[in-house]
């Protein structure tokens, strides 16, 4: 009984208070080392409430923000929030409140023209405005990202571009760019796997291992000279190819090291407990080409490209998840499956884990911390701070439940208390 009266009573308080859900509240810091010498922070606080706000950058060439116009008619009543950069203006993301689900969301302005994204000419996947969402700081626990195509990361100051995520084994098939040619094949002719190999060959030769017979070789090669072809082998155990496992040529390597099986390579490549892919020749130390590479990967896999050293050095990086489910960013060579050689760069700085088809983006509490840039929607949990980074700007949102809504919530839970059947209302 007195349960039932304390829910009216709290009921009558929280009819009358403002129904606002929660707000949230924005902290800017912005570096200015380009007036003295001494650096100095710039810091603003927001509050915005369910009608949202807009971020906008401010180009340093306006000098107050009072004197920026307020270009949008006062329908709608958002708050604006100003972000001085150098090169920058206009809006760059908007905070929303959506009813449905009762959430505050933060939605980025992605720039789709390449013309404006680009920074540094090339193919530099970043533009100035972009926001960059830091991990390992979501409120007390430390948050993952899961990673798909075309996200981009920073560690540091080195930028992370998630160029290719391969599930399946799309291109395993595709071998005969780098397999023997057909006219010096006779000898391992089935090596190619191919239906119209092995029918040409199977009556001819059964058994890779044994050198063809006199008849056969008469039968399969008339006209041809006395000498027979040279039978290729793998330069790592000596065998000739089969079929699922065929010979390949995938560098410039010649002679006795010209040919090696698919699956002797691909254990070559990738040391055994490590998830990095050697995509370099051990022999004439050329690059595999591309086609190679996208074939002797085993999936899952990914292929990185990171941009260090003030993006002077651009590398490439496979790291294929087929025997081991991490893989390790970081400068120090040794401890890393992905060497990211970067001042600003921890010796061990981030994990990618794959779990279940997905791709796991882990910070390791490094120095300089671990950034996603944002190209969707984030949902801004209430209780929860988050850390972003524009330019030369950091931002700091946190979204906060009014005192009616935490009351509200209560109110539910002794609701359910009383009316459920642990309640003791007898
Ligand atoms: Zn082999
Ligand atoms: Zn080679």
């Known amino acids: 009984?007195?349960?039932?009266?304390?829910?009216?009573?709290?009921?009558?308080?929280?009819?009358?208070?403002?129904?606002?859900?929660?707000?949230?509240?924005?902290?800017?810091?912005?570096?200015?080392?380009?007036?003295?010498?001494?650096?100095?922070?710039?810091?603003?606080?927001?509050?915005?409430?369910?009608?949202?706000?807009?971020?906008?950058?401010?180009?340093?060439?306006?000098?107050a923000p009072e004197e920026e116009p307020e270009q949008q008619a006062s329908t709608t009543p958002t708050t604006s929030i100003f972000i001085r950069d150098w090169k920058l203006s206009g809006r760059r993301a908007y905070i929303r409140y959506d009813n449905d689900n009762s959430s505050f969301w933060f939605n980025p302005v992605v720039n789709d023209d390449p013309r404006h994204n680009s920074v540094s000419g090339s193919d530099f996947p970043c533009s100035r405005g972009d926001i960059f969402?830091?991990?390992?700081?979501?409120?007390?626990?430390?948050?993952?990202?899961?990673?798909?195509?075309?996200?981009?990361?920073?560690?540091?100051?080195?930028?992370?571009?998630?160029?290719k995520v391969r599930l399946t084994s799309d291109t395993t098939m595709d071998v005969s760019a780098f397999s023997p040619p057909p006219r010096e094949q006779t000898a391992v002719l089935a090596s190619t796997g191919t239906d119209a190999a092995r029918d040409s060959a199977g009556s001819a030769e059964s058994d890779d291992d044994e050198p063809p017979t006199p008849g056969s070789q008469r039968s399969s090669g008339a006209g041809e000279p006395s000498t027979p072809p040279p039978a290729h082998e793998c330069y790592i155990c000596y065998e000739a190819g089969e079929a699922g496992n065929p010979l390949?040529?995938?560098?410039?390597?010649?002679?006795?090291?010209?040919?090696?099986?698919?699956?002797?390579?691909?254990?070559?490549?990738?040391?055994?407990?490590?998830?990095?892919?050697?995509?370099?020749?051990?022999?004439?130390?050329g690059r595999y080409p591309e086609k190679a590479q996208a074939m002797m990967i085993r999936p899952p896999a990914l292929l990185l490209e990171s941009w260090s050293n003030h993006r002077a050095l651009r590398l490439r990086h496979w790291?294929?998840?087929?025997?081991?489910?991490?893989?390790?960013?970081?400068?120090?060579?040794?401890?890393?499956?992905?060497?990211?050689?970067?001042?600003?760069?921890?010796?061990?700085?981030?994990?990618?884990?794959?779990?279940?088809?997905?791709?796991?983006?882990?910070?390791?509490?490094?120095?300089?911390?671990t950034f996603i840039r944002l190209s969707a929607p984030l949902k801004l949990a209430f209780g929860?701070?988050?850390?972003?980074?524009?330019?030369?700007?950091?931002?700091?949102?946190?979204?906060?439940?009014?005192?009616?809504?935490?009351?509200?919530?209560r109110l539910n839970i002794l609701r359910l208390g009383s009316a459920g059947p642990g309640g003791d209302d007898g």
């Open 319 to 369: 790291v294929s998840f087929a025997n081991h489910s991490t893989a390790s960013l970081g400068r120090f060579t040794e401890h890393n499956d992905v060497v990211i050689p970067d001042h600003s760069v921890s010796g061990e700085h981030a994990l990618i884990i794959h779990s279940g088809d997905q791709f796991w983006l882990h910070d390791r509490e490094s120095s300089n911390g």
């Open 384 to 409: 929860e701070t988050l850390q972003m980074k524009m330019g030369k700007s950091l931002l700091s949102l946190q979204a906060k439940r009014s005192r009616w809504s935490r009351l509200r919530m």
């Open 1 to 63: 009984a007195t349960s039932t009266a304390l829910v009216a009573d709290a009921q009558l308080v929280v009819s009358g208070m403002s129904r606002q859900r929660g707000w949230v509240s924005v902290s800017v810091q912005t570096y200015q080392s380009h007036r003295t010498s001494a650096q100095r922070i710039l810091q603003q606080e927001y509050t915005v409430d369910e009608t949202g706000a807009t971020l906008n950058a401010l180009s340093r060439t306006s000098d």
């Open 133 to 163: 969402l830091k991990l390992g700081m979501r409120g007390a626990r430390l948050i993952p990202w899961q990673l798909k195509e075309g996200d981009v990361f920073r560690l540091g100051q080195a930028y992370v571009l998630v160029s």
């Open 248 to 285: 390949i040529s995938p560098c410039m390597c010649q002679g006795s090291v010209k040919f090696v099986h698919l699956n002797c390579l691909q254990r070559w490549i990738q040391p055994e407990g490590s998830s990095a892919v050697n995509t370099h020749c051990s022999i004439c130390k």
